[in-house]
């Protein structure tokens, strides 16, 4: 009895710690931006709203904080984003196709050293397990070309391979049982 009633305050607990949370993060995007942004600058915070305002946007008085990080969120990419793909306007093709080739064996190469070293796996396993994580990796990270075509290739590629060697063992165990 005492311990469900314990976990019953706690549960209970939890859920006033998050609907109060949910309900102070609701009133702080509703405040004006400029206001609440001058009177954290006035006062010398040291954490200000100055890193939300977007460049080149204007921002009226009836601008809320909600509204400003809509429009922040909007942007397209991160900064590491932008600057990767103004370098990459100005690289050849070919040479774009092999960074991406030689980021993503990177990534693979990474995975097969930890699973060949922490695991017990043999060569073949930890090659495609490394191949899979590889893609997945490459997949989240920025790189040379611009959309998605090299990363689902990236990604499919270790899938097809995986599929391959599960066919391939099935086939065989079905010949040698029956």
């Known amino acids: 009895m005492k311990k469900g009633l314990l976990q019953l305050i706690l549960l209970l607990s939890l859920a ?31 954490f200000t709203l100055n890193f939300l305002i977007p460049g080149g946007t204007f921002l009226d008085d009836n601008a809320t904080i909600g509204d400003v990080i809509r429009i922040k969120l909007t942007e397209t990419g991160s900064p590491f984003d932008k600057l ?67 990363d689902v290739v990236f990604l499919l590629f270790p899938i097809l391979i995986i599929l391959i060697r599960f066919y391939l063992v099935r086939k065989n165990r079905a010949c040698l049982s029956g």
């Open 16 to 46: 006033g710690l998050c609907t109060g949370g949910f309900l102070l993060g609701w009133h702080v995007t509703q405040l004006p931006f400029n206001e609440t942004n001058a009177a954290l600058n006035k006062n010398g915070y040291s």
């Open 84 to 150: 990767l793909r103004a370098v990459s306007d100005r690289i050849p093709p070919v040479y774009k196709y092999l960074g991406d080739i030689l980021l993503f064996f990177f990534w693979t190469l990474c995975f097969l050293s930890f699973l060949r070293v922490f695991t017990l796996m043999g060569y073949g396993r930890a090659f495609r397990i490394s191949l899979l994580f590889g893609g997945i990796t490459y997949y989240f990270m920025p790189d040379l070309s611009p959309g998605a075509g090299d």
